[in-house]
């Protein structure tokens, strides 16, 4: 059963021989894909050959007239010209060499003549090939033979003849082998076209075209499984030998059977979660193939192609009352974890300063993956932070523009930094006149902030969110 034939045909490679115009045709790469049930597929391809196309090649049509080609007759009549139809109509081509019958009685004369070629070679053997049209008398009265020399015409041996097989409505071809043994430099072909007598009447005659000589070629499957055979799912590689008459040249080429059942899939997961494909679980980012069995007992090859997205950082840093989610730039919602979780209104940054003790953790949502953060245990609402915090006040904090910060007395050579959470330090004003500071901040992006007042009786730090 041929389910597939060749695809993708055309590839020619040179083989070097006897010229250096001969090349193999053969199949270039195959593709094809198997049929549902089927473990392979069935392909059939033109087994590779030889071709040339040299010059010297010996081949003539007769369409630029006769290409080097003699006549001469036997003491008769010689009438071998260039025709383009012979007998009822039959066309070789639009030219050939060719004499209409001329041993009607009533021209009183006999057609005895030849058509010779000129030299060519036929060193390693091969074939001649011609088509021709013949309609004559029987072999009594009219005679076709065909005549080869070896030796340049010294000597002739006649391969074909008395008389070729007549068929009055239609054109036919024929060859002649020539073995290895036989070939030389100086091969000639000579037809010979002999009326006998002038009896009986005029027939169509006896017309020759296209004669042609293809040297001895063979071609031998070294490896591979052969044309019609079932290939099976994957890579075959067809091995072929190609013999030209003198010189040998290897061949290949290869045929792909692609699976119908052979499946690919991308997926992304977050980071400590897993596929499974089969039997086999996969939690790291990679390509993996899993070899699975169909119903119909083929095997289905399913490739996957993973990809891990980056670990969500779940610890937090806590100062005080100040909570803070050590992943940056992501989707943010706290909740209250004391007995049951519960979501903090409108407490959606990255940062959550805690209105009453208890116990708080961030929701953090990030390249579409959740995790639940850490816990912080907040327990130092309403104790004072230090024994300076009646000296300084400051508000509003978290701050969305500007914030202000209160002295409870002037002290000269009083200064105040802003720095960040790595101590860049982002502002300052080397000393304060007054007891009372608003700072701008609208243009600092949100975040934690370290504001430092230092003067020779106080040197205080307070932690400020920006939003």
């Not at 391809?45 to 080097?68: N, V």
């Not at 290949?252 to 690919?264: G, H, L, P």
């Amino acid at each position: 059963m041929i389910k597939f034939k060749t695809l993708f045909f055309g590839m020619i490679l040179p083989i070097f021989a006897y010229t250096q115009c001969t090349s193999i045709i053969f199949p270039s790469n195959i593709i094809v894909n198997n049929e549902e049930g089927w473990c392979g597929a069935v392909v059939s391809y033109q087994t590779p050959y030889l071709q040339d196309t040299c010059s010297t090649l010996f081949f003539e049509d007769f369409e630029s007239g006769f290409g080097g080609w003699t006549t001469g007759s036997y003491n008769g009549i010689n009438n071998w010209t260039i025709q383009n139809i012979s007998g009822v109509g039959t066309s070789l081509g639009s030219n050939m060499l060719g004499v209409p019958h001329s041993g009607n009685y009533s021209f009183g004369g006999t057609e005895h003549s030849y058509l010779q070629s000129p030299v060519f070679n036929t060193i390693g053997g091969g074939k001649i090939s011609f088509d021709y049209f013949v309609n004559n008398e029987p072999t009594g009265h009219d005679q076709e033979m065909v005549q080869i020399s070896y030796n340049g015409g010294i000597t002739w041996n006649q391969v074909m003849g008395n008389q070729l097989t007549n068929n009055e409505f239609n054109s036919q071809a024929t060859n002649i082998i020539i073995s290895d043994a036989e070939g030389s430099e100086s091969t000639l072909l000579r037809f010979i076209y002999n009326t006998v007598d002038a009896c009986c009447g005029a027939q169509d005659g006896f017309f020759i075209d296209n004669v042609k000589f293809e040297k001895n070629t063979s071609v031998q499957l070294i490896s591979g499984l052969g044309s019609g055979v079932v290939f099976p799912i994957g890579i075959s590689t067809e091995v072929y030998e190609v013999f030209d008459g003198e010189t040998s040249e290897i061949i290949s080429f290869t045929i792909t059977v692609n699976s119908t059942y052979n499946t690919t899939q991308t997926l992304s997961i977050c980071y400590g979660d897993y596929v499974s494909v089969g039997m086999n679980s996969y939690s790291n980012s990679g390509t993996y193939f899993d070899t699975l069995a169909t119903t119909s007992g083929c095997d289905s090859i399913v490739t996957t192609n993973l990809l891990v997205k980056n670990n969500i950082d779940t610890t937090l840093f806590i100062d005080d009352r100040l909570i803070v989610s050590n992943e940056m730039d992501a989707n943010y919602q706290w909740i209250t974890c004391s007995n049951t979780n519960f979501l903090i209104n409108g407490e959606t940054n990255r940062e959550y300063i805690a209105s009453t003790n208890g116990n708080y953790a961030v929701i953090i949502t990030k390249d579409g993956c959740t995790k639940t953060s850490s816990i912080a245990n907040i327990m130092s609402v309403g104790v004072a932070e230090n024994e300076t915090s009646n000296i300084v006040k400051y508000y509003p904090n978290p701050v969305i523009d500007k914030v202000t910060i209160e002295l409870n007395q002037f002290i000269p050579n009083t200064s105040i930094s802003i720095v960040d959470i790595t101590s860049k330090e982002l502002f300052r004003i080397d000393e304060i006149i007054t007891t009372q500071v608003e700072l701008d901040l609208s243009s600092f992006p949100s975040g934690i902030y370290l504001v430092g007042i230092n003067n020779q009786e106080i040197q205080q730090i307070l932690k400020l969110v920006k939003k």
